[in-house]
């Protein structure tokens, strides 16, 4: 296979994780890990394009997943170079060919929030629409329960100083990446990012977030193809709307060996049960 | 005390959950309550501002909290009427006098993320330096293990869903309002806009939120006055350095008779105990 094309990079990432100084209810003074916490301005081919405010633990596939997921940029092809500078905040992405028309496509933005980012929300549903994932690709109940262990034995900043959303992507129970970032959107961003630094196609992968599964969180899995995705937490209406239309296989409340399963069942293997005596 | 001027608005509030079936570990077809997300799209005097996915609890307080937060409005004497339509997923407030420059200042904005809104992150900043709260005001203990125990009796949306994020507003242990919303950041602008129809002065409550105290959250309670920032969950290192840098009097991990106290420690008042004999 030949070696995937890979833009001139740096690797900026930040310390994770500060102490500082807490008063607990007993009157004790602790030193307490918190998570870290930057504004990192994306340029592209010098016209600032959005703050993000992230925890910096893959600054540069986080700028290129950004630009992958709002669409800004088709390819990881069209990009030459990433080049991310704590000194002024800033991280410079220099296009291959210049982007066209991202003066207009950024005019035209339209901001969503919600834990969102600058899209055009009716464009990113319209995508939706034509959107098909594999349906030859199955996950198995003892898989899934394979992947929960792996996550929840990880070393996490979270478990040091919680307020960040961890993201994995899986292949079967082997967890690809796994990355943390302060919004649950860097971090999807990120692995997106990651994905085609690697040449990752994830047609085949499961997406686990420790994020809550909300029509932002669906429509990029979508995006990525990515046919099943894993939350430990809840799901919103337009989420579970949205993963049905495309047929995603998406799991709600999975920690340890427990699960709801809302879509997609027919990617799902249960694991047999021997008969239980009465 | 003359009664605060009030804007013509509709109350359309949402369905705020609904059932869907979720098949669990056990093989069971379970009904499943998750909460209601829908996009709401803002218009300021037939201008497309931003579309914000909620909840729907409070559109209209959302609304306007979004314009106060975001500065786009000065006062609520400024806003004519609110209405919210479902029919077209949309909010439109119609100013009293067309707000100046919002074509420029749209264009101006950079969209910041993180679970953010689009705001100019410098400008932020710079308010942020002429704050200034009230140090004349006091919380004691007794008082802030009293709202956490209201907080925890409190029928809500996540205790029966999960996914939503809540946010309340306090009068000592008095919950004045208790708002929930599908990212963090609705929930608080949409007190911030009740605050303002209601004619609320925050400067001697104090803000409580189920999420996570990042920079943004820290921001926003300051530039609503209010010294007392409370959450069940962590905070960043920017969210740590914001309310330093404003003196504000900031909890985390606060749940039951728990907490953490990270700044501000000269306006909490620590129950007095009595001395134990060894």
């Known amino acids: 296979m030949d070696k995937p094309y890979r833009p001139k ?10 102490d500082v100084e807490a008063v607990n209810e007993r009157g004790e003074a602790l030193p307490t890990a918190i998570a870290g916490e930057h504004p990192l301005t994306l ?15 893959a600054p540069e596939a986080l700028a290129i ?14 990009i030459a170079a990433v080049q991310v500078d704590w000194e002024t905040d800033a991280v410079a992405v ?88 302060v919004g649950r959107h860097n971090a999807v961003d990120a692995i997106a990012g990651q994905m085609w630094l690697d040449g990752i196609d994830g047609s085949d992968k499961i997406f686990y977030t420790t994020g809550r599964l909300t029509s932002e969180m669906v429509i990029k899995a979508a995006q990525m193809r990515i046919p099943f995705l894993v939350s430990r ?3 919103t209406q337009m989420g579970f709307e949205i993963a049905n239309k495309v047929g995603l296989t998406m799991f709600g409340r999975a920690v340890n ?16 049960m021997p008969t239980m005596m009465a």
Chains 1, 2 share one sequence.
Request: hydrophobic share 35%; proline share 1%.
């Open 94 to 181: 220099t296009t291959r060919k210049a982007i066209k028309g991202l003066k207009e496509r950024m005019k035209k933005r339209t901001v969503t929030t919600g834990c969102g980012q600058g899209t055009v929300f009716g464009d990113l549903m319209e995508e939706i629409d034509s959107i098909e994932l594999r349906d030859d690709v199955r996950l198995s109940e003892e898989t899934l329960y394979a992947l929960l262990d792996a996550v929840r034995r990880r070393e996490t900043v979270y478990k040091n100083a919680g307020a960040v959303h961890g993201c994995a992507l899986a292949d079967g129970a082997d967890i690809v990446y796994f990355i943390e970032d």
């Open 9 to 18: 990079i740096t690797r900026a990432s930040r310390p994770l994780t500060f």
């Open 233 to 235: 937490s809840g799901l």
């Open 257 to 272: 060996q427990r699960y709801l399963l809302f879509t997609g069942k027919h990617r799902f293997v249960k694991r047999v």
């Open 65 to 78: 997943g950004y630009l992958r997921n709002q669409r800004l940029v088709a390819s990881v092809e069209d």
């Open 43 to 57: 340029y592209v081919d010098k016209r600032e394009v959005v703050t993000l405010m992230t925890l910096g633990q």
